[in-house]
């Protein structure tokens, strides 16, 4: 059974700081999506990196997928409170009997505090 | 901008009564999702739907559970008997392919209260 595990599960931050978000695992996975929700809300994809070693950038926020493709990190540089929300990693396989299932962590929540 | 939409919003039943949750996915995808997340944890697959026919269900998705694309626009997720443990927030996604990372994109959720 393939896991993600993201660290840390929670994060409080004042307007400014960066921060690291990890998402890891034991297995390869063929893409790594990232996803921000709100409350109440749905996911909402922010990025998909797909290659080993790929480095992605959306504004303030970079994101890396690890040269063996078990795990990826989210840095957000000078976070603001328009920042906050709930940080989603989720992990897809390709192959023969892809059938876009995505297995997702348990989440960040990160609260950035003026 | 497309996106995925899903009615209602909130529903309450009481235990034992069948649910239908409804979802219009975006217009020219092909492959369709049910995911739910308990409060508090995480987001789980439930079961992904591709060409008229279900292509991987998860433990979770038994007998009680099923899907139909009805027309060529809706997606539903019923549920036969519903038990206290079914209250959760349901989501349906699709994606135009699923290789390369295939992008799915989430409607915004049925809250599901089983009383």
């Known amino acids: 059974t393939q896991l993600l595990e993201q660290s840390p599960q929670f994060l409080s931050i004042q307007e400014g700081e960066n921060l690291t978000v990890y998402c890891n695992s034991s297995?390869?996975?063929?893409?790594l999506q990232w996803y921000r929700q709100e409350p109440g809300e749905g996911p909402v994809l922010l990025v998909t990196v797909v290659t080993g070693g790929e480095v992605k950038k959306l504004k303030r926020l970079t994101f890396q997928f690890g040269d063996a493709r078990k795990d990826s990190s989210l840095h957000i540089t000078a976070a603001q409170p328009g920042d906050t929300g709930l940080y989603l990693c989720a992990g897809g396989n390709d192959g023969s009997s892809n059938t876009g299932k995505l297995i997702f962590g348990q989440g960040t929540t990160l609260q950035v505090k003026p | 901008e497309p996106e995925v939409t899903q009615t209602p919003s909130h529903q309450v039943t009481q235990m034992g009564q069948e649910v239908i949750l409804r979802c219009v996915p975006i217009?020219?995808?092909?492959?369709f999702y049910w995911y739910r997340q308990i409060l508090g944890q995480k987001v789980e697959f439930l079961v992904s739907f591709y060409n008229n026919e279900i292509s991987e269900k998860s433990e979770i998705f038994d007998d009680q559970f099923s899907v139909e694309r009805p027309d060529g626009s809706n997606f539903t997720l019923k549920i036969r008997s519903t038990k206290l443990e079914d209250s959760a927030m349901y989501f349906c996604a699709s994606s135009e392919s699923t290789s390369g990372g295939g992008e799915q994109f989430f409607g915004p959720g049925t809250r599901l209260t089983v009383l």
């Open positions: 297995s390869v996975f063929s893409s």
């Open positions: 217009s020219n995808h092909l492959y």
